[in-house]
C-alpha cells in the first residue's frame, strides 16, 4: 500500500469516470470492436514504451518490438481469459517481444551488451554547471543510463515496479519467476541505481 | 514501492520525472503502429453463407464482429461473449451470445430485440444459410451482477 508521502507512480493507463475500464474495452476488442483496441494502445501504449525502450540495449528495435507486440495483442485478445490484468498481459508480451529480439551474447543472456564506458559517460559529470543543462532531462539521461547498466531481469524489475507500478505478483508473472526472486531483483537493482546516481546528489 | 520522499535524491527525483515521462519515438509511431495492427487478420475458421450466385466463406471473426455491432446497438446490452460453430460442411451451427444488460432492463424484451437483431445480420451475411428465426433460441440467465454503468455504455 503506498504511503500518503509517495508520489504518484505513471499513471497514464487508470481511465478517467467516463472512459470504459480495461475489462470492458479487452471485452469489446476480443470480439472485433477496432475502436476499444485503439483505446487500449492509446491508453497502455506509453507505458508499454517506456518498457521496451528501456529493455532494448539497441533502441533502434522499438518500433518492430511494439508493432509485434499490438499485433500479438490484437490477435490473441479473443484467447485472453483474464487471469491476470490487461495490463500486465501487455507487459508479459512486450517483454517476450524484447526477449525475442535481444540476440544472446553469453550463456546466461542476462547481462546487458553495452558498452561500459559509454553508458558511464553518458552519466553527466556530477559538477557540470546546472545551468548550462535542462536539470530534468540529463536526470531522465542519467537514469537511462543507469538503467542500462543492470542485468535485464533486474531492470524490468525495477521499471516494473517504480515506473508502472505493479505489485510483485504481477512482475512475477510478466517475468515469469516467483515473487521473492522480484523482491530479490528489486533490492539488486535499487541498490545498483542508488550507487549509479549518488554522484549526483 | 520506495519510499521517495526525499526530492534531494536525484534516483528518487529521476525516478518522478520517469513516471510522468512519455517519450517522444511513441508519439511518433503510435499511429503506425495500430493501424498496421489493425490490418492483420486474426487467425479465424470460415463459414459458408450462400447467395443467388452460389457459396462464398465469411471469416468467423469478421461474423462475431458484425453479430457483436448489432448487439451493441440495441439499448441497454452490451455483448460479452460471443461463439459460433460450424458443422462439418461449414454452415453455421450455432452462435452462442453472452451479453450484459443495465440494471433495470426488461430482460425477456431485450432478449427479444437481440434475437431479431441477431437473425437480421445473419441473414444479412450468410444469405440463405442463415439459421430460420425460429432456430435461434433465447435463454435469460442472470450470471453477475455490476453496478457499472459503462459496461453498457458506448
Known amino acids: ?201 | 514501492m520506495s519510499d521517495f520522499q526525499d526530492t534531494n535524491d536525484p534516483l528518487a527525483r529521476a525516478t518522478q520525472l520517469l513516471r510522468q515521462h512519455t517519450d517522444a519515438g511513441w508519439t511518433v509511431m503510435s499511429a503506425n503502429i495500430l493501424a498496421r495492427a489493425l490490418r492483420a487478420f486474426r487467425p479465424s475458421n470460415p463459414v459458408r453463407g450462400r447467395h443467388d450466385h452460389g457459396d462464398f466463406f465469411i471469416a468467423s471473426d469478421v461474423l462475431v464482429a458484425r453479430v457483436r455491432e448489432a448487439v451493441d446497438a440495441v439499448p441497454q446490452a452490451a455483448a460479452t461473449k460471443i461463439t459460433c460453430t460450424t458443422n462439418q460442411r461449414r454452415e453455421l451451427d450455432r452462435v452462442t451470445i453472452q451479453i450484459v444488460a443495465a440494471y433495470g432492463a426488461h430482460l425477456v424484451t431485450l432478449g427479444e430485440h437481440l434475437h431479431a437483431a441477431t437473425v437480421a445480420t445473419l441473414t444479412d451475411l450468410l444469405g440463405d444459410l442463415a439459421p430460420d428465426r425460429a432456430e435461434v433460441h433465447t435463454h435469460v440467465h442472470v450470471g453477475d451482477v455490476s453496478d457499472d454503468p459503462r459496461d453498457v455504455l458506448r
Not at chain 1, 97 to 122: E, K, W
Not at chain 1, 180 to 190: F, I, N, P, T
Open chain 1, 1 to 201: 500500500m503506498p504511503r500518503p508521502t509517495d508520489p504518484p507512480a505513471a499513471r497514464p493507463a487508470v481511465p478517467g469516470p467516463a472512459q470504459p475500464p480495461d475489462e470492458v474495452l479487452t471485452r469489446r476488442a476480443a470480439l472485433g470492436d477496432k475502436e476499444a483496441f485503439a483505446a487500449i494502445v492509446g491508453r497502455h501504449g506509453p507505458a508499454l514504451y517506456r518498457y521496451a525502450y528501456r529493455l532494448l540495449d539497441d533502441p533502434s528495435g522499438i518500433e518492430d518490438v511494439l508493432q509485434d507486440t499490438c499485433l500479438d495483442a490484437w490477435r490473441g485478445l479473443p484467447r485472453f481469459r483474464g487471469d491476470s490484468s490487461l495490463r500486465t498481459w501487455l507487459f508479459t508480451l512486450t517483454r517476450h517481444r524484447v526477449h525475442t529480439l535481444r540476440p544472446r551474447f553469453s550463456p546466461s543472456a542476462s547481462r546487458p551488451h553495452v558498452d561500459i564506458d559509454d553508458a558511464v559517460n553518458q552519466v553527466p559529470a556530477p559538477h557540470a554547471d546546472p545551468a548550462q543543462h535542462n536539470i530534468d532531462s540529463s536526470l531522465l539521461q542519467a537514469l537511462d543510463a543507469a538503467l542500462r547498466l543492470l542485468p535485464v531481469r533486474q531492470r524490468s524489475a525495477w521499471i516494473l515496479k517504480e515506473i508502472e507500478d505493479l505489485s510483485y505478483a504481477e512482475i512475477a508473472t510478466v517475468l515469469a519467476v516467483t515473487a521473492d526472486s522480484v523482491r530479490g531483483l528489486l533490492e539488486r537493482a535499487r541498490a545498483s541505481l542508488a550507487h549509479s546516481m549518488k554522484e549526483w546528489r
